[in-house]
């Protein structure tokens, strides 16, 4: 082997040791702290406008209220779920572990069509971290450069300040944050009142209040990024599920290799040089710290960063834009036109008819649930020539609108209901009834010892609001 084939093997490895390890540490395991540039650009217009209307609906949701009810609420301590107005019960959970695997389906897919834009224009931590913390960060402490010199230096005046008052905001957003995120948990009138006792009436609640706190200024003010590449498994599913036709943020290493500095009045394409000017934008914004230069990475998570700074670039030098933008890997080879195509086309439909099939199970869930189960040790009585059981009924009105009800026995026929109480049964919006009837029939009407029945609910106007299988017991008849 030459000395120059060995040189440049070694420079091909050297090149690749990227991927034995995480963009924000050393080779000693040691953290490197990302301070990247402020972009700017199209996309990060865009992305800002995706923002705050993501930031609007977080604060403003809680406060949103479909007929009466939260918009979304879950409320796992009393066992209260909303869900777009729609109140959720225990009994409707196979709805949302269904609404869970098609979710999951659904993420899968979309990512192996359209790669990781979720995580670069719809993820909460890139959406906080990018568009609320880092805004901060750069009022207050300045572009990259200002924070890399601030970090290097003394713990004067200055540095002390302007720490101060980024680490007072930080938390106080923290807090915010907490506050919002109980809303969804508990409502925001039980938060107003939790915060007007204070913390002598509910010490617990102001713990967890505290507890998460901390924990999203921990992530926000100091673990970061890490949380993509090293928490997130988004990044590492990512692998298994993009493909040559999978859009992502790529370079176009064909136009731009044989990178070299660029030089006024020359011809890069005559003297054998790439478009790629070397000229490390595209890593200095990268939240991440990568170089999307190597291609696609698990720490990328396609906030088009680079795009913008790459096109400013090439815009000044009077280069084609595109040099890194959005693109499959199969288009970037073959230097094809990206294309939409059937494969794409088919999937994207299939997705819109994931979330239909999601939104019919959620409306899908009829506005009344009854059951009547016969009380555990119970058994059938005979009197007046009439058979008797009894029957603890359990109704729940799904809906919001008051509901006059009544029992009906659909087969057999000729049934006797006996109600302890009044025969209209009156249940409010969201609520639940249990009460007792006897059911009978005459003697001669049952020819089994256990008799199928189905008992049917009904509203004032006589339309059947939900039915329940059961069984009616009676004496045991030989039959020959």
Not at 46 to 54: E, I, K, P, T
Not at 133 to 140: L, M
Not at 357 to 370: C, K, P
Request: net charge positive; hydrophobic share 40%.
């Amino acid at each position: 082997m030459s000395a120059e084939s060995g040189s440049s093997k070694f420079v091909e490895i050297e090149n690749d040791t990227f991927r034995n390890s995480v963009g924000t540490m050393d080779e000693t395991g040691k953290r490197k702290w990302v301070f990247p540039r402020k972009p700017k650009g199209k996309y990060t217009n865009y992305r800002n406008y995706a923002s705050y209307l993501m930031l609007a609906i977080f604060f403003g949701l809680p406060f949103v209220k479909i007929n009466g009810n939260p918009f979304l609420l879950i409320n796992v301590i009393d066992r209260r779920f909303f869900i777009l107005g729609q109140p959720f019960y225990l009994q409707d959970f196979f709805i949302l572990a269904l609404g869970a695997v098609t979710s999951v389906i659904f993420v899968m897919l979309f990512t192996v069509v359209f790669g990781r834009i979720f995580c670069g224009w719809l993820c909460p931590q890139t959406l906080f971290m990018e568009m609320v913390f880092r805004k901060i960060e750069y009022w207050i402490e300045g572009d990259r450069n200002k924070q890399m010199k601030l970090d290097r230096q003394e713990w004067d005046a200055e540095k002390i300040r302007k720490r101060l008052l980024k680490w007072s905001a930080f938390a106080f957003i923290s807090l915010t944050i907490a506050h919002f995120m109980f809303m969804y948990i508990v409502g925001y009138k039980e938060v107003f009142r939790i915060m007007a006792e204070g913390p002598e009436h509910h010490s617990m609640k102001f713990l967890v209040m505290l507890f998460f706190t901390m924990t999203f200024y921990f992530v926000f003010a100091w673990l970061r990024e890490q949380v993509c590449t090293l928490v997130c498994p988004y990044g590492r599913l990512q692998g298994v599920l993009i493909d040559k036709q999978t859009i992502n943020v790529y370079y176009d290493f064909k136009r731009g290799e044989g990178r070299s500095k660029w030089r006024n009045n020359e011809d890069r394409k005559a003297a054998g040089k790439g478009d790629c000017i070397d000229c490390h934008q595209c890593v200095v914004v990268c939240p991440t710290g990568i170089d999307i230069r190597n291609g696609q990475q698990l720490e990328c998570v396609n906030c088009t960063a680079c795009i913008d700074a790459c096109d400013e670039v090439m815009e000044k030098v009077g280069l084609p834009k595109g040099l890194v933008r959005y693109a499959t890997e199969a288009e970037i080879e073959n230097q094809e036109t990206f294309k939409f195509t059937s494969r794409m086309k088919a999937t994207t439909v299939f997705l819109a008819l994931l979330i239909g099939f999601l939104g019919f199970l959620m409306y899908d869930r009829g506005s009344m649930e009854a059951k009547f189960i016969k009380p555990a040790g119970s058994t059938f009585f005979v009197k007046d020539g009439k058979i008797t059981n009894t029957f603890i009924y359990t109704l729940l009105n799904k809906s919001n609108e008051k509901k006059i009800l009544t029992i009906k026995v659909m087969t057999p026929t000729n049934a006797e209901i006996t109600y302890f109480g009044s025969e209209k049964i009156i249940l409010k919006g969201d609520e639940i009834l249990k009460g007792n009837i006897n059911i009978s029939f005459p003697e001669e009407d049952i020819k089994f010892s256990k008799q199928n029945m189905v008992i049917g609910v009904f509203d004032e106007k006589g339309e059947m609001l939900d039915s329940f299988d059961t069984t009616f017991e009676g004496p045991f008849k030989l039959t020959l």
